[in-house]
T-cell receptor, first 114, second 112 residues
Framework: NAGVMQNPRHLVRRRGQEARLRCSPMKGHSHVYWYRQLPEEGLKFMVYLQKENIIDESGMPKERFSAEFPKEGPSILRIQQVVRGDSAAYFC????????????FGQGTRLTVV | KQEVTQIPAALSVPEGENLVLNCSFTDSAIYNLQWFRQDPGKGLTSLLLIQSSQREQTSGRLNASLDKSSGRSTLYIAASQPGDSATYLCAVTPQGAQKLVFGQGTRLTINP
């Protein structure tokens, strides 16, 4: 039973380019969460998705950031026109969805904007 | 707004010692509390999950307690080993939300 899979593990983008981060949840999990960890800071919630639905995007910056979890395929976190301040580790977690269920995290994607 | 605080921010102890990491949260209305381990440059590994109705959970040398009314949790590590060196993160799931609120973590170093 593979865990939460994120790719790529490392991503380098020039300022102004687009970054696409992918997350495949654990088998049987239909709930996906994205978190961001800025250098020397704690993890901050960004968005919570179920298949084809955004449930809570209260932690997502209003501009340039978007997320989706299509019926088929992985969840995608997209950052348009990246800036240096977007450099961070982005983690995806999944759970079966019941309240109080344990969340399992992927290895993260480390985005560097140059 | 739920806030989670972990003290100390860093801790260095000799191998073999028993130690306690502390976590406090401002709002007792939570579904659960989870302790994670994060190695440098790596992802998060879930260590223990305590539901709001529980008082403690144990896994091997690890024991986590939860006092919801006072907004506190402790992670007890027995007979520490150099391999325990990592950052330990505490996170709560607030009631009415389906997300984790994290503390800043405690960076633990076990010296051989």
């Amino acid at each position: 039973n593979a865990g939460v899979m994120q790719n790529p593990r490392h991503l380098v983008r020039r300022r102004g380019q687009e970054a696409r981060l992918r997350c495949s949840p654990m088998k049987g999990h239909s709930h996906v969460y994205w978190y961001r960890q800025l250098p020397e800071e704690g993890l901050k919630f960004m968005v919570y998705l179920q298949k084809e639905n955004i449930i809570d995007e209260s932690g997502m910056p209003k501009e340039r950031f978007s997320a989706e979890f299509p019926k088929e395929g992985p969840s995608i976190l997209r950052i348009q026109q990246v800036v240096r301040g977007d450099s961070a580790a982005y983690f995806c977690a999944s759970s079966p969805g019941q309240r109080g269920a344990e969340a399992f995290f992927g290895q993260g994607t480390r985005l560097t904007v140059v | 707004k739920q806030e989670v605080t972990q003290i100390p921010a860093a801790l260095s102890v000799p191998e073999g010692e028993n130690l306690v990491l502390n976590c406090s949260f401002t709002d007792s209305a939570i579904y659960n509390l989870q302790w994670f381990r994060q190695d440098p440059g790596k992802g998060l590994t879930s260590l223990l999950l305590i539901q709001s109705s529980q008082r403690e959970q144990t896994s091997g040398r690890l024991n986590a307690s939860l006092d919801k009314s006072s907004g506190r949790s402790t992670l007890y590590i027995a007979a520490s080993q150099p391999g325990d060196s990592a950052t330990y993160l505490c996170a709560v799931t607030p009631q009415g939300a389906q997300k984790l609120v994290f503390g800043q973590g405690t960076r633990l170093t076990i010296n051989p």
